[in-house]
């Protein structure tokens, strides 16, 4: 089992950067990938970035490429989303996800996904 608890969202003005973070706890959390969604209302859950546990590669969302970083801290157990020159359109519930994914392209999919956290706010103004 993997528990996972999300946190810093908020508010924000269009152009500004928030630091969505990902606490996990339960199994080894190196031999999991590790993965960041949204869902805006009315739309379905989409893929933002992952962070495989094989290789260590990153993937990206084009809609969020250059402009969002994810990285993870091992020894905190800790994912992080840094989010730059955020959109109106980025608000969303984010989400963090892990499971033991490492295809290139399930690793985008979060049907493929066991593992969840409660989600975060992000809102951004115009």
């Known amino acids: 089992q993997v528990q996972l608890v999300e946190s810093g969202g908020g508010l924000v003005q269009a152009g500004g950067s928030l630091r969505l973070s990902c606490a996990a706890s339960g199994r080894t959390f190196s031999t999991y990938s590790m993965g960041w969604f949204r869902q805006a209302p009315g739309k379905d859950r989409e893929f933002v970035a992952a962070?495989?546990?094989?290789?260590?590669?990153?993937y990206y969302a084009d809609s969020v490429k250059g402009r969002f970083t994810i990285s993870r801290d091992t020894a905190k157990n800790t994912v992080y989303l840094q989010m730059n020159s955020l959109k109106p359109e980025d608000t969303a519930v984010y989400y963090c996800?892990?499971?033991?994914?490492?295809?290139?392209?399930?690793?985008?999919?979060?049907?493929?996904?066991?593992?969840w956290g409660q989600g975060t706010q992000v809102t951004v103004s115009s």
């Open positions: 962070f495989d546990y094989n290789g260590g590669n990153t």
């Open positions: 996800a892990a499971d033991r994914i490492n295809d290139p392209l399930a690793i985008r999919t979060y049907g493929l996904y066991d593992y």
